[in-house]
């Protein structure tokens, strides 16, 4: 029996997590955090009876106290709350599904006290990647990637020296509006946007991936990850998304993980690495499939993969900017206050008037992150 933390347990990779725990039977659920679906967070409790629960705001955490008033949990509210769950005493393994910066202090916290972090949060090492890495080394803390590109490559490299890498093939779908010119892209619609062809994910994840900053940011978290320099981590278009990512190694030889788009399967994995447990669903049938196809990325068009490469390269407190640009634009385009390729704008004038820090400290990097906000709400 395994005892696990959640934080972001009403997300998509929160609930898909809760599927795997009930499938398995094995996993306990010491605690869970979420931010407004006090519904859904009641009905969790009641089927996993966690010990303590988190939400960020006091008023939802009135409303969940009342609803679940007949319980023995314990309910938390704000950072405190949040570093509360990430560090009892009986969790083995935190898994971080919450959205944004928010999730920076409660996983260096939880390496702090010693727990395994099932990474999910894109930010964490987007922002915070010199800080976490050596902190987790430091703590003898493994950092068990959750992303389904990033469980490719640590599935591919399983046995493996790093010193054997050549390079890291990160694949992408192309997103929605693969193949369309950037006129094209400046008429699309949110409606457009979240139409993702294979995957099914959260609204601003799913826009990332229609931008292509989605892949821009795992390709800044894989270099933290796997310690492997950005002129050898290599994007390439699958439109299929049944090759989730692929190792090249000195030899020439090219390993990679295939698969059903599922998350669930490289959640299940990070929870009980080494083991490789049984997981229903659809298998991937070759015969069907008929053909896997590749492309280069369109960087002319989308420029969310140039730009984090841009933010990755000059490195500091850039890639804060660039992360903290675009979840601001995002959340504009999702409130139809901009359009598009808006998106792109924004994250580009925020780059290019930031001052950057060298070596950024969590105070410096939430400082910049608030900064970058502020700029964008002085210009639209």
């Known amino acids: ?37 006090v519904k859904l967070l009641e009905e969790q409790i009641r089927e996993f009876s966690p010990r303590v629960v988190a939400v960020w705001e006091e008023e939802c955490a009135k409303e ?12 938390v509210t704000g950072m405190e709350g949040l570093i509360e769950i990430s560090t009892l005493p009986e969790v083995e393994i935190l898994v971080t599904a919450i959205v944004g910066m ?57 046995g493996e020296a790093p010193e054997r890498i050549a390079k890291l093939l990160i694949t992408a779908s192309g997103g929605p509006f693969r193949g369309r010119t950037a006129e094209q892209l400046k008429e699309v619609k949110v409606e457009d946007a979240l139409k993702h062809p294979n995957w099914a994910m959260g ?30 981590i290599e994007v390439v278009v699958q439109p299929q998304s049944v090759i989730h990512s692929m190792v090249e190694f000195v030899d020439g ?18 929870l009980y690495y080494p083991d490789r447990r049984y997981l229903g669903g659809e298998r991937l049938d070759f015969a069907k499939l008929g053909q896997i196809t590749f492309e280069k990325p369109d960087t002319e068009v989308f420029l969310g993969l140039p730009l984090a490469y841009r933010a990755a390269r000059e490195g500091g407190s850039m890639p804060t900017v660039f992360n903290a640009a675009n979840e601001h634009a995002v959340s504009r385009f999702l409130q139809r206050r901009i359009g598009f390729t808006d998106i792109y704008e924004i994250i580009t004038t925020c ?6 820090i060298q070596n950024p400290t969590v105070d410096e990097i939430l400082a910049t992150e608030q900064a970058t906000y502020e700029l964008i709400e002085s210009r639209w």
């Not at 959640?6 to 809760?18: A, H, Y």
């Not at 698969?259 to 490289?266: A, E, R, S």
């Open 351 to 356: 780059m290019d008037a930031h001052k950057m």
């Open 253 to 270: 030889a090219i390993i990679a993980e295939l698969g059903t788009p599922d998350m669930k399967l490289p959640i299940q994995y990070a």
């Open 64 to 75: 969940l106290r009342t609803r679940v008033a007949d319980l023995e949990v314990k309910i």
């Open 102 to 158: 928010i999730g920076i202090r409660p996983t260096i916290e939880a390496i702090r006290a010693g727990k395994d972090i099932a990474l999910a949060n894109k930010e964490t090492l987007v922002t915070a990647g010199h800080i976490i890495m050596p902190l987790a080394k430091e703590r003898g803390v493994r950092i068990l990637p959750v992303d389904s590109e990033h469980s490719a490559i640590f599935q591919s490299l399983n």
């Open 1 to 37: 029996m395994k005892t696990i933390a959640v934080l972001g347990s009403t997300g998509s990779i929160g609930t898909q997590t809760l599927e795997v725990a009930r499938a398995n039977g094995d996993l306990k659920i010491a605690a869970l955090a979420a931010g407004r679906n």
């Open 203 to 232: 609204q601003k994840i799913t826009i990332d991936s229609a931008t292509l900053v989605n892949k821009g940011l795992e390709v800044m978290e894989a270099k933290w990850l796997f310690g492997v320099e950005l002129d050898r």
